[in-house]
């Protein structure tokens, strides 16, 4: 019966030790062949994911079959190479470190992986998506999620030699109610940075004016702050926590084009149906000629009022952006002002009749 279950044990032993060579063997096999792509990027996700799991693998493998061979070793040899004492401590000592490989191996393996996963996400998705909400989010979270993993690795060795977690949980817990209360403004801007990220509201390069006088281009959006390089080219760093509290008008949102609107009036002795036609020809000329013209765009006229000295009137069209509405507008004055002149319409000074009795 004893020999039966020797024999049983020392065929288990050699079936591990067998089938842990060969999978450290077939895995360094793969790693030097198929997974040999870690100064290649562009690679196939499943060889980078491979190529940094198969050496962690691989020593794991080893551990095991050495481990194996020396309870194979125990069962051959028994007394004659070490004391019932001394290899029941050698056994402990063996199986603690191969357990403890394990939970090293495991926790390497998922940081290095997760890793590759938002890198490959990054290249081969991210850009493809309408916002940049992921372009932003992921390098903060390849920083942050490791650290995590590692944490839980380490307080998961400490529980396996041991020592007592909770204590350690509930400092970590009052810790973070004190680091999140001295930090309190910095979260809140990485808050309101992620409202304004996930919204989509801001680009790069759009014109945007915040409530308070401050104008000019997005240049980043960041986690923190959104920088902004105003009308003189200086760069404004503007905290994310008054962006999302603040009225933000952004002049490249739905669209780049800027609305004009411009006010004149002529003398009342004046053909308004001539005025009409002359503005019109004005405008339909700076369709042709302006490079400040929004594309698909109509200019429109239209009286508005018996002034005190002229008969006034407005004049709409679309520029292509914020910078090429004042130039266009430039154009529009110039234009009706030129083509005035030369049809002898006037466009009369105030005025005031003074009637005297005696």
Known sequence: MMDLSLNA???ISLIYIASSLVAAIVLEVLGKTVFKSEKNKNNILYKRVGNIASGPLVVY?????????????????????????????????????????????????????LNVLLDWYLKKFARRT????????????????????????????LDYFGFSISPILAGLGIGGIAVALAIQRPLGNFFAGTSVLTEGALKEDDFIEIEGGIAGYVSSVGWRSTKIRDRFNNLVIIPNSKMAESVVTNYYSPETAINILITSGVAYEEDLENVEKIVFESLNQLLKTSKYVAEN????????????????????????????????????????????????ITINYPTRRIINDK
């Open 297 to 344: 765009t109509e200019p429109r006229f239209g009286f508005s009022e018996f002034g005190d000295s002229n008969i006034n009137f407005w004049v709409f069209m679309q520029a292509k952006d914020w910078p090429a509405s004042f130039q266009l507008k430039s154009e529009i004055i110039k234009v009706i002002h030129k083509n005035f002149n030369i049809k002898k």
């Open 9 to 11: 044990s020392v065929l």
């Open 61 to 113: 493998f080893v551990l095991s079959a050495v481990i194996w061979s020396i309870s194979l070793l125990d069962l051959f040899a028994g007394d004659s190479f070490l004391t019932m004492s001394d290899r029941t401590w050698l056994r402990d000592v063996l199986v603690a470190t191969w357990e403890v490989m394990g939970i090293l191996l495991v926790v390497i393996c998922a940081a290095r992986v």
């Open 130 to 157: 309408k916002t940049d909400f992921d372009d932003k989010i992921i390098p903060p979270l390849k920083r942050v999620l490791p650290l995590f993993i590692y944490s839980v690795g380490a307080i998961r060795l």
